[in-house]
């Protein structure tokens, strides 16, 4: 399975734009580009996919890079709820997805 | 929020001991894994099942079994419990098993083995 790459942390200060960046270098035509976020203490939660066009959602946008490469998870306006560790996953349809270590974000008050 | 629950949410087992976790949905999804996290490992797929009676090893199912009789429930089993396997266990589950599909996962059983 294609593997993706992203910082440990990053930090942002609330009510400002954060942008969590993931790269896939060896994705394929087929690879469809996830993300989930885990809050303390719960579960995994789905945040948006996309496979070529950007894509927004009530919760956040995700926009792709044109070759696909890479990807942006982007939260308009980051609150203390946001504070989680973000996950960018590809899934194809092999019928199993894998998880990295993720980002951390820290929201700042 | 997506019907899963875990059961059950917390467990403390004697090393050597069967331990079986029980995922329940009731959202008649046809795929259901399980993944354990550790600190500095993220979560790492152990089984899942792509229909009743259908199920394949993830990237550490070493001391795993699973068991799918029905659509509602994945059962994960450790024949004899070690050290090692002292961890989070999360239940997901997704209506496909296409990349176009998201999957839902539940809150956790927290395994500690002694």
Redesign the interface.
């Known amino acids: 399975d294609a593997k993706t790459t992203q910082p440990n942390s990053m930090e942002s200060n609330e009510e400002e734009p954060v942008h969590l960046p993931c790269n896939h270098s060896t994705i394929s035509g087929t690879d469809y580009i996830h993300w989930y976020r885990q809050l303390p203490s719960q579960g995994p939660e789905y945040v948006i996919h996309g496979l070529t066009s950007n894509v927004n959602n009530r919760m956040a946008s995700l926009a792709i890079a044109e070759d696909r490469k890479s990807s942006t998870l982007i939260l308009h306006r980051a609150t203390l709820r946001d504070a989680a560790v973000y996950y960018c996953i590809l899934r194809d349809t092999g019928n199993q997805f894998y998880f990295g270590t993720g980002t951390s974000l820290t929201v700042i008050p | 929020d997506a019907g899963i629950t875990q059961s059950p949410r917390h467990k403390v087992t004697e090393t050597g001991t069967p331990v079986t976790l029980r995922c329940h949905q009731t959202e008649n999804h046809r ?1 259901m ?1 399980w ?1 354990r996290q550790d600190p ?6 152990i089984h ?1 099942s ?1 229909g009743v009676k259908d199920t ?1 090893k ?2 550490v199912s070493d001391g795993y079994s699973v068991s799918r009789s029905k659509t509602e429930d994945f059962l994960l089993t450790l024949e004899s419990a070690t050290s090692s396997q002292t961890s989070v266990y ?1 239940c ?1 589950i997704s209506e496909l ?12 059983t927290r395994l500690t083995v002694v």
């Open positions: 795929y894994y993944y500095g490992h993220g979560l790492r797929l899942y792509y394949d993830g990237e999360f997901a098993g296409t990349g176009n599909t998201e999957a839902f996962f539940g809150q956790g």
